[in-house]
């Protein structure tokens, strides 16, 4: 109640300031309604009698952002949010929130800064968020439950949400370089529990040089570290990486050609921890992206090489815990098992999914992806890969990428792990195929992993081929007005070795992965499209979920979505 | 051209700059090892078959595996059941890192008695065992022991009981005994009060030249130590010992203008349990809240005067018991 009369308070004073002052008032924000009702069946040996089988609630939202400017050179940003979930009344099952809070400006026509809120990107390699993605395209039914993890976790453009402060600075010449951008920013990864665990903060810096329209070139620095005298130990962690980076276009018979060039090294160390290893490397990253002429088709050709002990703790961040829990039914089965995620899971709970970096190195899934888990910033890799794209057929567009990657050193043998991914999606707008007015689009996709390794001894081999693939399409059989349907199918089968790390991110133990997992999801609903800001779809959907080596029961979940977006 | 030349052999440059040369390592521990069945490589063994800890002899263990395994190694003395336990993740055991000196892991104390030596190993069924003779027991350095019952109950003690139900503050010789014959006993019901009981150990029971103990003067050079026996099934105890500093030395404690200092026990456990806790790291209480002591405000082991140890139970809960003994100052924490 206390919070509802300062919501009301400010809002009045919004009020008043925008009265006083045209346009120096803006309203943004979103609201939301999501229904659902779920229904979970458990194939066991014995029947499930423990597990409770349905579950419905939901929620409505509302997110009310008012973005201040007092004067030409500042800007305040700040969002409530209200939320209640369903059979919540008189404020029972209320939550009240501020959403986003930032200030920013500039000082003396120069110097911009930003404090609060920060969306932060650098390199794949220093601090960026390598969204996990089953595949790089899935169909629209899964695509707009996507998007609501992507608003609810501020995933944009692969920057990481933090809190902190940030500045940056550019600069004209008119000799030798054309000019000089200089970024800065410092963030609080953790708080300190006034007893064994320190502050642990977020710093770096980008200086950027460009020297003509073609050339350019600068310097990377983030470095993660725990402030000394927040707690009485003097043992703190370091994790300072640098690298350097080069740019050149060149015209090669018309084709635009831009070759860059990113190395540098890393350093993650403890201070007073005589068990703690240092962990040093280096990587290289050096690719070549051609474009032609008239924009047909475009590739890139790369070469990749990450040292096994290269550690970026703002690069290597995943952005799913597959160790968290779900929104619903944690555990199955009369054994009350923790249930394994599925692809349902990936695609709509919130819930495993991260808001920021996070300061330990997160446990991969093998079974999802055991190639690069950590992006481009995986280390241990060595090799290159290829993408390219096509929109030289009307109305269809290929996109196409093939990593053929390596182990640089062994996990617990000398012989090494061999990578192989290949992706393809694609697009169809079938209504132009077939000349017809009514939107209907179609996408097909397929992403394949395969993991080997001869070992010296049976023991040693491993032999993981994943296989994802996906179609669906959207219908507007009337104005606005959508059928939207989608598949995905999924399967791991084969065995690899997990690697279980200490504190120190250095390997323990390998434990092996034995696993022939199925799933299928389908998903069929309608979608009525008020404006492109908002919508309301009615959806379906249905995972089955089948282990073959029988280690987990399977189950099948099915979802029955009613979901209202807006964003204004 | 000539641009293109150069960027393209500036890839292959620092490709073949990047080529890296440690195919020889490998990270962590060795998978062939992991997943191999286990071997025996060198014998469970002791380096000696009898020790004599009074004169500060140890005993060493080693073994040697095919892999890295989860030991343990558990002395059980034939007599006293008393047991000490090593264990450790590694390919091999080692008489340098694995000494006995004699000190127990589960109460009671060893004594001259025969013991088995039992290695078990994680994952494997078989059990290796050698036997190990005690001659003599480890001596136990102690700067002063204020109480550990072996001579019944000094005069100089002042006892006080309550006169509830079941009321039993008596000194015994059982087979509950840890360390020597004796402990004390204290246990009953009193369903108006906290207090079960509670014995004063007066200074004068110590030296009859001085008003205050015999210790170091330095606070953090001075350990407090005892042995509680929880006893399972009945209600939480609290033994409440505070230490009452006569700082000007007259035989008399002055509770407006001289420190007490107070260390409360909550016997949350089942069986016996060292207690060992620095003498500076006690604070004054009331109600089992710190406060600033009424005194110097300095901790002087060397001015205690008087030791009052309470045992407490909640009144709303009925019946309460615990047993205690070897109550002493060390020099360094009790090692048992």
């Known amino acids: 109640m206390k919070h509802l009369q300062l919501l009301v308070l400010f809002l009045f004073f ?58 030409d050179k500042t800007e305040i940003m700040g969002m409530f949010r209200i939320r209640n979930e369903y059979g919540g009344f008189w404020g029972a099952g209320v939550s009240f929130d501020v959403r986003q809070l930032w200030l920013k400006g500039i000082i003396g026509n120069v110097v911009r800064y930003q404090l609060g809120d920060l969306n932060l990107k650098q ?35 692969n920057t990481w949400r933090q809190q902190g402060a940030n500045v940056d600075m550019g600069l004209s010449f008119n000799k030798y370089i054309q000019s000089m951008d200089v970024n800065a920013y410092i963030t609080r990864l953790r708080a300190t529990d006034f007893n064994a665990i320190p502050d642990r903060l977020l710093g770096g810096f980008t200086i950027a040089i460009k020297q003509t329209a073609r050339r350019s070139f600068g310097l990377h620095k983030v470095s993660t570290f725990d402030l000394k005298g927040t ?66 088709w475009e590739s890139t050709l790369a070469y990749l090489n990450v040292g096994p002990d290269f550690r970026s703790v703002g690069a290597q961040s995943m952005n799913i815990n597959f160790q968290a829990s779900t929104n ?18 990936l695609v709509r709970s919130e819930n495993i999914y991260t808001t920021g970096v996070t300061s330990n190195l997160m446990r991969p899934s093998l079974a999802y992806n055991a190639i690069l888990p950590y992006g481009l910033a995986t280390f241990n890799r060595i090799g290159a890969y290829w993408k390219a794209s096509y929109n030289g057929f009307k109305s269809v567009g290929l996109q196409a990428t093939v990593y053929k990657l390596s182990e640089v050193r062994g996990q617990g043998t000398t012989q090494l792990k061999q990578f192989l991914q290949a992706e393809v999606q694609s697009t169809f707008k079938l209504h132009e195929l077939m000349s017809t007015k009514k939107p209907f689009l179609f996408q ?24 994802a693939l996906q179609a669906g399409c959207t219908y507007e059989f009337a104005p606005k007005l959508q059928v939207i349907g989608g598949l995905i199918w999924f399967q791991s089968k084969g065995n690899d070795f997990q690697a279980d790390r200490n504190v120190y991110t250095t390997v323990d133990y390998y434990t092996n992965q034995k696993m022939d997992v199925a799933q299928q999801m389908t998903a069929l609903g309608l979608k009525c499209n008020f404006s492109p800001k908002s919508y309301i779809t009615a959806l379906y959907q249905s995972v089955n979920y089948k282990d073959k080596l029988l280690v987990m029961p399977d189950y099948t979940m099915n979802q029955f979505l009613l979901i209202y977006n807006m964003t204004f | 051209m000539k641009k293109i030349i150069l960027i393209a052999t500036c890839f292959l440059g620092f490709t073949f700059l990047s080529c890296r040369k440690d195919a020889t390592k490998i990270d962590g521990p060795s998978i062939e090892e992991l997943y191999s069945s286990f071997k025996m490589l060198a014998n469970f063994k002791a380096n000696k078959d009898s020790v004599d800890f009074a004169s500060g002899a140890t005993v060493g263990f080693s073994a040697t595996f095919n892999k890295i395994v989860s030991w343990k190694i558990t002395i059980t003395g034939t007599t006293s059941k ?43 069924m078989d059990t290796f065992q050698v036997p190990i003779k005690i001659k003599n027991t480890r001596v136990i350095n102690t700067s002063l022991v204020i109480a550990d019952y072996e001579n019944g109950f000094n005069p100089a003690w002042v006892k006080f009981v309550q006169t509830g139900a079941n009321m039993d503050f008596n000194i015994k010789s059982d087979s509950s005994k840890v360390q020597g014959n004796s402990y004390l006993n204290m246990a009953g019901t009193v369903n108006w009060d906290w207090l079960i009981g509670l014995i004063d150990y007066p200074a004068s029971a110590y030296s009859t030249t001085s008003n205050t103990l015999n210790l170091n003067a330095n606070p953090d050079a001075v350990y407090f130590n005892c042995l509680v026996y929880g006893v399972p099934n009945t209600n939480m105890s609290k033994v409440l010992f505070q230490f009452k500093e006569d700082e000007n030395a007259d035989g008399v404690f002055n509770a407006n203008n001289e420190d007490e200092y107070a260390f409360n026990i909550d016997v949350t456990w089942t069986g016996w349990k060292l207690v060992s806790i620095k003498y500076s790291d006690i604070t004054a209480l009331v109600n089992g809240q710190p406060v600033t002591p009424k005194g110097n405000s300095i901790h002087n082991p060397n001015k205690i005067g008087k030791i009052s140890m309470l045992h407490l139970a909640d009144k709303a809960l009925g019946a309460a018991a615990c047993k205690i003994d070897f109550i002493c100052f060390t020099s360094a924490p009790l090692e048992l």
């Open chain 1, 14 to 71: 919004v009020a008043s300031l925008q009265a006083q002052q045209k346009k120096t008032v803006d309203f943004i924000g979103g609201a939301r309604s999501y229904m659902s009702n779920s229904q979970l069946s458990v194939q066991d040996s014995l029947p499930d009698t423990t597990t409770l089988k349905r579950n419905t609630g939901g929620y409505a939202l509302i997110d009310l952002g008012v973005n201040i400017r007092p004067n």
């Open chain 1, 123 to 157: 390199t794949p390699f220093t601090l960026h968020n390598n969204r996990f993605q089953l595949l790089d395209s899935m169909p629209s039914v899964f695509q707009l439950q996507q998007n609501i993890i992507s608003y609810e976790k501020f995933y944009t453009n």
């Open chain 1, 231 to 296: 707690v009485l130990d003097s043992n703190m962690y370091s994790n300072n990486v640098t690298t350097v980076f080069a740019q050149q276009d060149v015209f090669i018979k018309n084709h635009l050609s831009t070759f860059k060039l990113e190395l540098g090294n890393s350093v993650a160390k403890y201070s007073h921890d005589a068990f703690a290893p240092v962990l040093k490397d280096y990587f290289i990253h050096a690719h070549m992206h051609v474009v032609a002429p008239n924009n047909k």
């Open chain 1, 328 to 345: 619903y039914y944690n555990s199955y089965a009369n054994d009350k098992l923790s249930r394994p995620l599925s692809i349902m899971d």
């Open chain 1, 444 to 467: 097909a996709g397929f992403r394949f992993q395969n993991t080997q390794r001869t070992g010296r001894v049976a023991v040693e081999d491993v032999d993981l081929k994943s296989l």
């Open chain 2, 82 to 124: 008393a047991r000490k336990v090593f264990s450790g993740q590694s390919k091999s055991i080692d008489a340098a890192s694995t000494v006995w000196n004699g000190t127990t892991t589960y109460f009671p104390l060893f004594a001259a008695e025969n013991c088995i030596a039992k290695l078990t190993i994680d994952g494997v």
